[in-house]
């Protein structure tokens, strides 16, 4: 039998976001007697599933975090060398440059840069060195991947993205995972401490800037003066996950919020969503904001998320620069959930164009 092509997925920090879970949501559906995975991830990563790689046949690898440049570096091109990959496949964004410039120095003939994401001006000092790194992330790939258009023509620019040079892979899900589950509903609810009648505004996402929970917060406190019975649930880790907490405090919605943590049920816990808000500073294409549409909650989005998002009929992107009373109002007024149909994000179609891809290069 002939052997797999192995593709050797640079992961970053492999925290637990988005990014591996769309990454992963394609190994699941690959057909891997063809095509294996090595995930190459940051030795400082807290969240890497080694066993459920293993299981399925792939490989885990770590190196040096990139702030070690010269050690991510030098460790990356003996690796390259040593296991002669034929493609390279960076999802870290600018950082790309990197893990792809180690990969032409080792003579990998393919190298995909994918952009998973884009920028956002008020942060300005992350900014510096995405701005810095961004004009070099087409030097040294042979192949641009992107999300969405937005997530294309931030990181690769305009002029490639409209001559076809960029492909998009849809942040595609296992749409059947995530369907509405009403004993689920009632189960989660009762173990959350939430009751039945309750107005629960759901949020998944990391504690850091770009998800932009302080403003989260104001607008939960502003809806819940109108919507006596509202709660807020909040699912994920991060370093900003204190400073939220105290906010809550200070703002006496202790008994109101949740803070869940990172969980593995999340395919079930939007079922127990009224509505789910994500007012995110920038994104490329949100996968939770995928998973949410596939179970068919209503859904309130920043309008700094590509409109591309936009799939079910019952979703808003609101300006997050209006006052908070009026993005509440959005919140509170939120449409009733639907049964999604013909959902272009399955990942049982998206994953044999995905290996396609790959399959041209072989």
């Given at each position: 039998?002939?052997?797999?092509?192995?593709?050797?997925?640079?992961?970053?920090?492999?925290?637990?976001?988005?990014?591996?879970?769309?990454?992963?949501?394609?190994?699941?559906?690959?057909?891997r007697?063809?095509?294996?995975?090595?995930?190459i991830?940051?030795?400082?990563?807290?969240?890497?599933?080694?066993?459920?790689?293993?299981?399925?046949?792939?490989?885990?690898?770590?190196?040096?975090?990139?702030q070690?440049?010269?050690?991510?570096?030098?460790?990356?091109?003996?690796?390259?060398?040593?296991?002669?990959?034929?493609?390279?496949?960076?999802?870290?964004?600018?950082?790309?440059?990197?893990?792809?410039?180690?990969?032409?120095?080792?003579?990998?003939?393919?190298?995909?840069?994918?952009?998973?994401?884009?920028?956002?001006?008020?942060?300005?000092?992350?900014?510096?060195?995405?701005?810095?790194?961004?004009?070099?992330?087409?030097?040294?790939?042979?192949?641009?991947?992107?999300?969405?258009?937005?997530?294309g023509?931030?990181?690769?620019?305009?002029?490639?993205?409209?001559?076809?040079k960029?492909?998009?892979?849809?942040?595609?899900?296992?749409?059947?995972?995530?369907?509405?589950?009403?004993?689920?509903?009632?189960?989660?609810?009762?173990?959350?401490?939430?009751k039945?009648?309750?107005?629960?505004?759901?949020?998944?996402?990391?504690?850091?800037?770009?998800?932009?929970?302080?403003?989260?917060?104001?607008?939960?406190a502003e809806?819940?003066?109108?919507?006596?019975?509202?709660?807020?649930?909040?699912?994920?880790?991060?370093?900003?996950?204190?400073?939220?907490?105290?906010?809550?405090?200070?703002?006496?919605?202790?008994?109101?919020?949740?803070?869940?943590?990172?969980?593995?049920?999340?395919?079930?816990?939007?079922s127990?969503?009224?509505?789910?808000?994500?007012?995110?500073?920038?994104?490329?294409?949100?996968?939770?904001?995928?998973?949410?549409?596939?179970?068919?909650?209503?859904?309130?989005?920043?309008?700094?998320?590509?409109?591309?998002?936009?799939?079910?009929?019952?979703?808003?992107?609101?300006?997050?620069?209006?006052?908070?009373?009026?993005?509440?109002?959005?919140?509170?007024?939120?449409?009733?959930?639907?049964?999604?149909?013909?959902?272009?994000?399955?990942?049982?179609?998206?994953?044999?164009?995905?290996?396609?891809?790959?399959?041209?290069?072989?």
């Amino acid at each position: 039998m002939k052997k797999p092509l192995i593709i050797a997925q640079i992961m970053g920090k492999w925290l637990g976001g988005g990014v591996e879970a769309i990454i992963m949501n394609y190994y699941h559906h690959i057909d891997r007697n063809k095509i294996q995975f090595d995930f190459i991830c940051d030795e400082d990563s807290t969240n890497i599933p080694y066993d459920e790689i293993e299981k399925l046949g792939g490989k885990v690898i770590l190196c040096p975090p990139y702030q070690k440049l010269p050690k991510y570096l030098k460790f990356l091109t003996q690796l390259f060398r040593e296991k002669k990959y034929h493609i390279v496949h960076s999802n870290i964004n600018t950082l790309s440059v990197f893990p792809l410039y180690a990969a032409k120095k080792a003579g990998v003939p393919v190298r995909i840069a994918h952009s998973h994401s884009t920028s956002n001006p008020r942060e300005w000092k992350k900014n510096l060195a995405k701005n810095a790194l961004r004009p070099f992330s087409k030097q040294y790939a042979t192949d641009y991947f992107a999300c969405s258009e937005l997530a294309g023509r931030y990181l690769f620019g305009d002029q490639a993205f409209d001559k076809g040079k960029v492909k998009i892979i849809r942040n595609a899900i296992d749409v059947e995972k995530f369907k509405f589950d009403p004993v689920a509903r009632k189960k989660l609810r009762k173990e959350i401490g939430i009751k039945d009648d309750d107005f629960v505004v759901g949020h998944i996402g990391r504690f850091v800037e770009q998800k932009n929970h302080r403003f989260l917060i104001d607008i939960f406190a502003e809806a819940k003066k109108e919507k006596k019975n509202a709660k807020l649930v909040l699912v994920g880790q991060g370093p900003l996950r204190e400073e939220i907490r105290q906010k809550v405090e200070d703002l006496g919605l202790q008994k109101d919020v949740f803070f869940l943590g990172q969980r593995n049920d999340t395919n079930k816990l939007y079922s127990v969503f009224d509505v789910f808000c994500l007012p995110s500073l920038y994104e490329g294409l949100p996968v939770v904001g995928v998973e949410a549409q596939a179970n068919g909650v209503p859904c309130v989005f920043s309008d700094q998320v590509t409109e591309e998002i936009a799939i079910n009929k019952n979703v808003k992107l609101v300006d997050t620069e209006k006052s908070i009373s009026t993005v509440a109002k959005d919140i509170i007024k939120s449409s009733k959930r639907i049964e999604p149909n013909n959902y272009l994000f399955d990942i049982r179609k998206e994953s044999k164009r995905f290996s396609d891809y790959y399959g041209e290069y072989s």
